[in-house]
């Protein structure tokens, strides 16, 4: 007879997200797992498969946390105001204590660059060419822009947008509206 989990599985995946999202997949070890989730290794190994099977459950999870900055995003209708909003939200809670980590994905992205990780690289894709379309869709919002502007623009603003994720680890909140400002100021 299969033992009754004494834990909630979203919460000990929330909690190995924050860490991964914090130390990246490389440096976050099992002890470091176990004692931030509350749960030991044979728990983690009969729920999620191993630490990789732990970290793909978190990068979903961390997808269900930023769904509404998301979705906002999605159903606004002020062409770049709306990226621009976007931005500014994407790193609103950079600047609260303890919680300069940047964005999952882009630390993930960063990460796993160099990595022949099919997996990974899918999901990274496909969060990329998400934003890249409501990017683009916001920018035809103005029709005095050209199909080759706008695939443009969207290439710099998804750049900008790495850029920005990554700063947000380190910079402060002044540098990091300078930054928003400018990237759409030369746009």
Request: proline letters at 1%; glycine letters at 4%.
């Amino acid at each position: 007879m299969a033992r009754k989990k004494k834990y909630n599985e979203t919460e000990v995946v929330v909690k190995a997200m924050n860490l991964f999202w914090k130390n990246g997949y490389e440096t976050t070890s099992m002890q470091m797992l176990e004692k931030e989730m509350g749960i030991n290794k044979f728990s983690i190994y009969s729920s999620f498969g191993n630490k990789y099977g732990l970290f793909l459950e978190s990068l979903k999870q961390y997808k269900s946390t930023i769904s509404s900055t998301f979705e906002k995003f999605k159903s606004a209708n002020n062409g770049l105001e709306d990226i621009k909003q976007f931005f500014y939200d994407s790193v609103s809670n950079n600047f609260e204590d303890g919680n300069e980590k940047g964005c999952l994905v882009t630390n993930t992205y960063n990460e796993f660059s160099e990595s022949q990780d099919l997996l990974i690289k899918e999901q990274m894709s496909s969060f990329m060419d998400n934003l890249k379309t409501i990017i683009i869709e916001k920018l035809k919002m103005d029709p005095s822009k050209s199909e080759e502007t706008i695939i443009k623009q969207a290439n710099y603003l998804l750049l900008a947008k790495h850029g920005l994720a990554a700063a947000a680890r380190v910079n402060t909140k002044e540098e990091i509206e300078d930054y928003i400002e400018i990237t759409f100021k030369n746009l």
